[in-house]
């Protein structure tokens, strides 16, 4: 995982982050078996209580983390973060962290490992942003900046999200739902997850994505938004996180082969 801190306003615009030093971590990863000695009844015994000792708490834990996020935020000046979650698939991903907005100091980039990073990875580091950027702080809007196609995000390697493998795999599901708790609970108006990198909406079943989403991350209210970069929406999601000028012109140069960009810069 590599994420970005924002540049101050002491270092040059031009500043950018060598591919060779940013994707280089290791994942450490414990494994437990079960006691396959007990039996199976024991097992489904102490699941459905656990279910139900879930249900019983959830009420209490969602009344009690609103009032904790909101005591943490009720202070003079706190801006509400916007999370950038960028894919290194991405073309010339690397210079994406230099043309955000430099006068919003909310947006928060994180830029991770495609080929090698996990879901967990990923959720760790939006969590410790989050809490560097401001204790106690969620997301209100966010960014996932990958790439995909009509009805598919490419999220990791062989990791692509469809309508139907949200519903079916375990790892992805479970990746959304704790992502849902990183959500503002105290936003007033529907969180939002922009999708750029990719067309999401070019055939039905993008649809069907988003709302399989929603319904994930139910209780949270969350929406989905992927609109086209040319149309006014897309030029409002554009400016929301971008420094336009600078976005169009990293955009003219992503498929080039001549790497000076950051001369342009």
């Keep these: 995982m590599y994420s970005v801190d924002r540049v101050s306003d002491d270092i040059p615009i031009r500043t950018w982050f ?11 990863t414990t494994t437990m078996q079960a006691d396959t000695s007990h039996d199976s009844r024991d097992s489904s015994d102490l699941q459905s209580s656990h279910c139900t000792l879930d249900e019983a708490f959830e009420d209490l834990d969602w009344d009690t983390e609103k009032g904790l996020e909101a005591v943490a935020c009720d202070t003079e000046g ?17 210079y994406i962290p230099t043309i955000i907005r430099r006068d919003d100091p909310s947006i928060i980039p994180i830029l991770y490992d495609h080929e090698h990073a996990t879901f967990e990875d990923i959720l760790e580091e939006i969590e410790r ?5 401001h204790k106690g702080a969620k997301i209100w809007k966010m960014l996932i900046f990958c790439q995909g ?45 922009h999708i750029m990198g990719c067309y999401i909406l070019g055939n039905p079943n993008g649809e069907k994505l988003f709302q399989n989403l929603r319904t994930l991350m139910t209780p949270y209210r ?9 149309s006014a929406q897309g030029k409002q999601m554009i400016e929301t996180y971008f420094d336009f000028r600078l976005y169009r012109l990293w955009k003219s140069r992503q498929h080039s082969k001549l790497l000076d960009f950051d001369d342009v810069l």
């Design 149 to 193: 196609g009509p009805g598919h995000l490419y999220l990791l390697k062989n990791k692509v999200a469809t309508f139907a493998k949200v519903e079916k795999e375990e790892d992805m599901i479970h990746f959304w739902k704790r992502l849902s708790r990183l959500m503002s609970k105290v936003n007033p108006e529907p969180n939002v997850i």
């Design 129 to 133: 942003k989050l809490n560097v950027y």
């Design 222 to 230: 969350v929406t989905f938004e992927s609109p086209l970069e040319l």
């Design 78 to 94: 706190f801006v509400p973060p916007k999370v950038m979650l960028i894919s290194s698939k991405v073309p010339k991903a690397e």
């Design 18 to 28: 060598p591919k060779e030093n940013l994707f280089s971590f290791q994942t450490a």
